[in-house]
C-alpha cells in the first residue's frame, strides 16, 4: 500500500485473493507494525531485513539510480503470425531507436535462405512464403547485440 507521495505504508499480509479469485478477501497491515512489532522471531518482521545495521532511517525517497526508466523494446518480445502459415508470416517487432534490423531465414538444416533488413521503426514486417516447400523454417532476428531465433512452419 502507497500513500500519496508513493512511499510504502502497508504491507500484504495474507488473504485468499488470486488471478482465479480476485474477489476474494486480502489482508493488509501497517507498515510500521510489521517493521518492529510483528513477533520477536526476525524472519517476521521487516527491520532485521531492511535495516539491518540499525542506521534509524525512517524514510528514504525513491531514485531511478541512473537508469533511463523508459524500457526499450526487447527482441524476445517479436511475435511470429499465423503459424502455421502457407501464405504470408508477420512479425510483430515492436519500435526500435536502432536505424536497422537483420533478419535472416534457414531452412530445417540452417542452410541461410535470405536475407532482409529493415528499418527499426517498422512495427509489422510481412514475410512471403508461398513459393516455400511446406516444412520448418528459423527466422534470426538481430539488432544491436540482441539476437533471437523464431521458429515457422509453412504448410
Avoid at 505504508?9 to 485473493?17: F, I, N, P, Q, W
Avoid at 502459415?85 to 508477420?90: H, P
Amino acid at each position: 500500500m502507497f500513500e500519496p507521495s508513493g512511499k510504502i505504508v502497508g504491507t500484504l499480509t495474507g488473504g485468499l485473493a488470486s488471478c482465479y479469485s480476485q474477489e476474494s478477501p486480502d489482508y493488509y497491515g501497517k507498515f510500521s507494525y510489521h517493521w518492529e512489532s510483528n513477533g520477536s522471531n526476525d524472519t517476521l518482521r521487516l527491520q532485521p531485513w531492511l535495516d539491518p545495521d540499525n542506521s534509524g532511517v525512517l524514510s528514504l525517497d525513491g531514485t531511478t539510480l541512473g537508469v533511463d526508466e523508459k524500457e526499450p523494446a526487447l527482441l524476445t518480445d517479436v511475435v511470429v503470425y499465423p503459424n502455421p502459415a502457407s501464405d504470408f508470416v508477420y512479425l510483430k517487432i515492436g519500435k526500435f531507436e536502432a536505424a536497422e534490423i537483420n533478419m535472416t531465414l534457414f531452412d530445417l538444416l540452417g542452410k541461410p535462405i535470405n536475407d532482409y533488413r529493415f528499418n527499426g521503426s517498422d512495427d509489422v514486417v510481412m514475410i512471403d512464403v508461398s513459393t516455400f516447400p511446406e516444412g520448418l523454417y528459423f527466422i534470426k532476428l538481430t539488432i544491436g547485440n540482441q539476437n533471437i531465433v523464431k521458429r515457422i512452419v509453412k504448410k
